[in-house]
């Protein structure tokens, strides 16, 4: 499945200056540039409570859009899932969440585009490739046919084992096609490059965990 790849422009945004789409889909790891809370009710840091005042700014955290102290928001990095093209301020809780962005993009998603074999369930006896789609990076695609799996339609995924759970040999994924619930297995059997095939499917893990994983937005409940 091929899909072209959109016209990326640079944008001077609220936050700071991003790369976005323009025309047709962006990545689908993309992330928005969220709304900013009002200045004009925020009073206190949202991280330590100091007051704001002459000599305790306010600054917004580009992640999150909260509002909070210098000190509770004195980070300053390149947000790229965000698309921004230089460092941001960011508070100390977001911090965190986009170095592992970061670190995700950069040495995860290459892997994952690059592709890796397997034994495909219900699709060849020998090892084919699947990987995801370099444009947008919405599908896994495999087979000569072309088949694809929505990325933000997989609900779940087990490692495949043997020898009492010691040994993994692949990766079943549960996604959600034409309404049904249905499972890909990636199997390692006979795969030449295991190594290379295990660093994928551990990308892949990587991969769920940014498209489904908490938001500072959708914080994971307590």
């Known amino acids: 499945m091929a899909t072209a790849a959109p016209k990326l422009t640079l944008v001077q945004a609220k936050s700071g200056t991003r790369m976005v789409a323009t025309s047709g889909e962006g990545s ?11 200045d004009a009710k925020s009073s206190k840091c949202s991280s330590c409570g100091a007051s704001f ?3 305790v700014r306010k600054h917004h955290c ?11 928001c004195g980070s300053e990095i390149t947000s790229t899932r965000q698309g921004f093209v230089d460092p941001v301020r960011l508070c100390e809780q977001c911090t965190p ?6 670190d995700f993009m950069a040495k995860q998603l290459p892997l994952l585009v690059a592709g890796a074999s397997f034994v495909v369930s219900g699709e060849s006896d020998t090892p084919i490739v699947c990987r995801v789609e370099k444009a947008i990076h919405k599908h896994i695609t495999y087979g000569e046919a072309g088949r694809a799996v929505a990325l933000r339609s997989i609900t779940k995924v087990v490692d495949i084992t043997s020898g009492e759970g010691s040994t993994v040999n692949g990766l079943n994924i549960t996604y959600t096609g034409a309404g049904d619930e249905r499972t890909l297995s990636l199997l390692l059997d006979g795969v030449a490059e295991r190594k290379k095939s295990m660093q994928w ?6 991969a769920l965990q940014a498209l489904h994983g908490p938001t500072p ?6």
């Open 28 to 38: 689908v790891f993309d992330f928005p540039e969220p709304p900013w809370s009002e």
């Open 53 to 55: 005042g002459l000599l």
């Open 62 to 72: 580009r992640f999150c859009g909260k509002i909070f102290c210098g000190k509770c």
């Open 97 to 102: 969440c986009v170095k592992k962005d970061n």
């Open 201 to 206: 499917l551990g990308a892949l893990k990587k």
């Open 217 to 222: 937005h959708h914080p994971p409940k307590k």
